[in-house]
């Protein structure tokens, strides 16, 4: 997602292309001041909840967060947000 010049854009476009019950994976950089190395901090254009806002923004919901031991990264998963799935457990 930090190198999405246009990160809306680009999600809601994902999402369109998407068949109904795929889901997308993001691995990227923790940006945290005091915990991220200065090149993240001046490279990496936004955190964690910036980039999760973003992509509820075009359509997905958040499916889980996984911790497969990444020091300096997260790992999130996002479904569409209509899937017949997301529906029932919205209720």
């Known amino acids: 997602m930090n190198h999405f010049e246009f990160p809306h854009r680009t999600m809601t476009a994902v ?3 998407l068949k109904p019950q795929g889901r997308i994976v993001i ?3 923790i940006r945290e001041e005091g915990k991220s190395s200065e090149w993240t901090l001046e490279h990496v254009r936004a955190g964690q909840e910036v980039v999760e806002k973003e992509i509820i923004a075009a359509g997905f919901r958040k499916v889980e967060q996984i ?3 990444l020091r300096e990264n997260y790992f999130l ?5 209509t899937t017949p799935q997301a529906e029932k457990e919205s209720r």
């Open 27 to 29: 691995v990227d950089f």
């Open 77 to 81: 998963v996002f479904e569409n947000a």
């Open 67 to 69: 911790d497969v031991g």
């Open 15 to 17: 999402h369109k292309a």
